[in-house]
């Protein structure tokens, strides 16, 4: 492992960012730079390197896409909040608050902490798009901190390797796609990929590395033959040949049935030009060199796709019988098209980098998260924002000739509600080039739609909720059944509850207890009962989503034991006396008094277990379990002290429990019941399955000691099919 030299890390950055952003405040960036290094210092990955690396590998890649100074700063800093004792206000005042919203939102979106793995999905989705929203940095600092954990992912656990090679396939790639990254999509594609199939990975590289020498050979004969003809021609461009990332190729295998040796257009060509007329001339001749493949011709100069991606595609065939692609676009176009919408940093003008229609490029985000302000069901919210943000497009024109971006499989539902909510609530009927069709009939690329309406429409139908595709169309459906039908939702709503709540044996009467009842509406956040039937009515929730979380509510309920009003005296007097004998949150620092105490997320050590501290530079000091695997690492440092925790404590503490466990039903159910039995104080439980059979669940409980969490360990292990339980940090 090569040693990390602070100097020589900052010196490499910086040749990035020059080449990047020549006019970046270079001493600005060296304060981020030693203010993030302090303060992780100490702290270290799972190779062993200092954790401050990958915080410099971040801001590295921030660089390349040629972000700006506040972008690259807050790369630098944006672990500090949720792994130091680092604050927003510190991050403000020596920053700015550019620099320290930045930071702040990174963190919010690594801190989504759910019941159910739905719920976080859908949350961390919800939380981008907020973030995207308020600052489109914020997502793309966040997935470069999640491409150079890919790049070190072979340090993890297999269970990690794959929970985050899936989750970055299935949120970040498609982010990144969305917001026109090509090349980070691209390389996060292929490395999750690497962890999801590894045969599949290796036997396409290993094909690859042998007709390399041939593939390359036709790319230079290539590139040099369009060259020479364009310059014959009076055309000044450059041509670019590549071969095909990994999962693109991966994906055609599977799509087409096909094997590795059996995929001809390997090779992909870009010829960039200066200005849009020649991309048209281009056209025309590289279709006179060669013969073009029928049907594989898309003009996405006159359809930019919804990212701003614009350029010509054509697939053609050379004189050695080899099909390949070639790409025809102008140099700013390119830039776009690599850089996606951190492009608009490298254009930008003016002093505070505003440029003419930004508001615009960047509207389809506040669109989207606009539609979804009404949804209340999870699965459904999930379901229309994977539609919206990550499926392939159709682009189909109005009859004067406006361009509209649904996603594919739309159907004129889709369309008309993308018009105009009034026009998708009138509609009658619809016709797709000149001919009526159904409602249900999948739209194309290229077809002209015209909707039929009427004044006297009785409004949607339920049944479109299961036809529309868009989540604007079905949050709009939903509105309208909202709004107009009440008394009606209602009536239906209730009788889908009820119906669902005696499947599963909940009685009616609990539900409606009036102990019970204001429990329930906080939990479900409405002003009454009848609120969560008229949800239900119109397609907000579904009923057993709602059964569902009542259900937990009332049995939470009946288990939580209150604290009286003595004990709450003798937590007060406690808590003056742990005052009196000047401990700070229950610790003791040998030789030093009323210092700042931060409790490691590494190990969350509570009352009871054997401590350490180690004093961090400025930042106070940092309390570890004696087992901690940062201890043990690195004992001989001067800066571990002794600690000791203090004869009275009676406060709470969190501690991290992890489980690992077969696959199968029930298992969550089965937990919370022992967690429930034992009135343990649960701040968050997380389950995920991690593959070959496998489930992860992840518990944050508040305990008053070591002896209480080993209670709980002890009573999990009982639970079938629980392999292993441990408390991190190990």
Known sequence: MTEFVPDKAFDALAAVIRENTPHADLARIREAFDFAAAAHEGQKRKDGSPYFTHAVAAATITAEMGLDDESVMAALLHDTIEDTDVTHEQLEQLFGPDVADIVEGVTKLTRVQYSTLEEAQMENLRKMLLAMA???????????????????????????????????????????????????????????????????????????????????????????????????????????????????????????????????????????????????????????????????FKDYISTPKPNNYQSLHTTVIGTEGIPFEVQIRTWQMHMTAEYGVAAHWKYKSGPAGHKEGDEEKFAWIRRLLETQQDAGDVQDLYHDLKMDLFDDEVFVFTPNGDVKSLPAGATPIDFAYSIHSAVGNSMTGAKVNGRIVPIAYPLQNGDIVTIITSHSSAGPSRDWLNIAKSGEARSKIKQWFKRERREENIVQGREMFEAEARRIGLVMADVTDPEMVPHILKRMAVQDLDDIYASIGYGGMTAAHAVGRIRDEIVRNRTTVRKTELEKMQERADRRQQKELRAVQGVLVEGLDNCLIKFSRCCTPVPGDPIVGFITRGLGVSIHRKDCVNYRRDTDNGRWITVSWADRITDSYAADIYITADERGGLVMDVATILNSLNAKVRSLNARDTGKGLSTVIITLEVSHSSELQTVINKLQTVRGVRDINRGGQ
């Open 134 to 296: 308020k600052d489109i940095r914020v997502i793309l600092i966040k997935l470069a901190d999640r491409l150079h954990n890919m790049r070190t992912m072979e340090y993890q656990s297999p269970e990690k390797q794959l929970s985050k090679s899936r989750e970055t396939m299935e949120v970040y790639a498609p982010i990144a796609h969305r917001l026109g990254v090509e090349r980070m999509k691209d390389e996060l594609e292929d490395l999750s990929l690497l962890y999801l199939d590894p045969v599949g990975y290796r036997e396409i590289t290993s094909i690859l590395d042998k007709r390399r020498e041939t593939l390359e050979k036709f790319q230079k004969a290539m590139e040099e033959r369009i060259e020479s003809r364009m310059e014959r021609e009076g055309i000044a461009c450059k041509v670019y040949g590549r071969l095909k990332h990994i999962y693109s190729i991966y994906r055609k295998m599977y799509a087409q049935h096909l094997g590795v040796e059996e995929i001809f257009d390997l090779c992909a060509f870009r010829v960039i030009v200066n200005d849009l007329a020649d991309c048209y001339n281009v056209l025309g001749i590289i279709h006179e060199m060669f013969r073009p493949v029928p049907g594989r």
